[in-house]
């Protein structure tokens, strides 16, 4: 079952922010995606900037039940916000796995293969 933001709380501030969020992605995103869209990886299918619950995500493959999350410098310091987002993401049976950018924007094979290794344990 994926999970999405619900009601007013979606129309008002999770839809627009994700459609804004698909528009202007990172550097770091922009790569990825470009190498998951249209089940390029392993053939399962992976959204971007995905509602779950009260939080979007950067990548989601809901046949996996896997969360991708891309850390960049916004992410320092935030430590235990990240921890309880991956904590909600986790209670609900969801599969979180943290990519630095900098791997992605260096080393997008071995990025490409810690996802890989996650869809098949999945």
């Known amino acids: 079952m994926g999970w999405r933001a619900q009601g007013k709380q979606w129309e008002l501030i999770s839809k627009p922010l994700a459609r804004t969020m698909r528009r202007e992605p990172t550097i770091a995103e922009a790569m990825l995606w470009a190498r ?33 999350e891309l ?26 796995l943290r990519l630095e950018n900098e791997q992605v924007l260096h080393d997008i094979d071995s990025a490409l293969a810690r996802i890989a290794a996650m869809l098949r344990t999945g």
Do not use: M, N, T
């Not at 299918?45 to 939080?55: C, M, T």
């Not at 320092?76 to 969801?94: I, M, N, P, S």
């Open 36 to 68: 998951v869209r249209g089940r390029k990886l392993l053939g399962v299918r992976f959204r971007r900037q995905h509602a779950i619950g009260r939080y979007i995500v950067d990548f989601y493959c809901r046949e996996a039940r896997l969360v991708v």
């Open 71 to 96: 850390d960049g410098s916004s992410h320092r310091g935030r430590v235990d916000l990240d921890a309880q987002r991956d904590q909600f993401l986790l209670d609900h049976g969801e599969r979180v």
